[in-house]
């Protein structure tokens, strides 16, 4: 009887010229991976009066909702970018338009702006790195948004300065929203200005030169202009009542 014929099994170890050639192979995918490209982690700084009525003096956030005025800093932060040079674009954008209100180019790597009107902004930034023929381009992908209220402001009838710590000063309620523009002024019966402030959080103590003013009713005059555009022209008596001990509305 023959034999069975079985089949041959050669097994194939890779020589050094293959394992060479598989190696450059993959090179060019592993440098590919390997490859770090400029980029940015944009910040936005801001010093401003929440909707809550809280005080924020150059915090980083990445929204904001309150008031106006805010003062905001915008900051690229650029990363790995070395050996590259880069021109940035901040884009400010209102109320959901498509279309920018204001572009803000250059090589800064930051840029400045005051919010002084009501409504919804939005703040992108797009970057561009450059070395040699390479140019790789960055675009921030959730912009920064900015809520500007609506403005409103109220004043006391009457304040009592008597040092109890209670409502010891005369000043605008701290409801206050989006004043941008301030002056009040306080006359006396005889019409004769006895003091005057051109900030929304200043306040009157119930003194002029120095010294204390009589008890009595003087007149107030403010004007302001709310971020809305708003003109405030108030005009009303105010009673300062030194032996009042309780709180004033």
Do not use: C
């Amino acid at each position: 009887m023959a034999a069975a014929a079985y089949p041959t099994i050669t097994q194939h170890i890779p020589t050094m010229r293959h394992l060479s050639a598989i190696l450059l192979w993959l090179l060019p995918l592993v440098a590919a991976v390997a490859q770090v490209y400029p980029s940015a982690s944009p910040a936005m700084i801001v010093t401003g009066r929440t909707s809550s009525g809280e005080n924020l003096v150059n915090q980083e956030v990445s929204s904001f909702d309150g008031n106006a005025p805010l003062e905001a800093r915008f900051e690229v932060r650029p990363t790995d970018n070395e050996g590259y040079s880069a021109r940035y674009e901040w884009r400010f954008f209102k109320d959901n338009d498509t279309k920018p209100f204001l572009t803000r180019l250059g090589v800064e790597e930051f840029t400045e702006y005051t919010f002084k009107e009501s409504g919804s902004f939005s703040v992108k930034l797009l970057a561009t790195f450059t070395q040699g023929t390479t140019e790789i381009e960055y675009e921030q992908d959730v912009p920064f948004a900015i809520a500007i209220a609506e403005s409103y402001i109220e004043v006391p009838n009457a304040f009592s300065p008597n040092h109890d710590t209670i409502n010891d000063t005369f000043h605008v309620k701290d409801n206050y929203r989006s004043i941008v523009e301030f002056h009040a002024a306080v006359y006396n019966r005889w019409m004769k200005k006895v003091y005057e402030w051109d900030d929304i959080n200043g306040e009157w103590d119930g003194t002029s030169g120095g010294h204390d003013v009589p008890d009595g009713a003087y007149f107030l005059h403010i004007r302001a202009k709310g971020a809305d555009g708003h003109v405030y022209n108030i005009k009303k008596t105010i009673s300062l009542v030194r032996g009042y001990t309780e709180t004033m509305h």
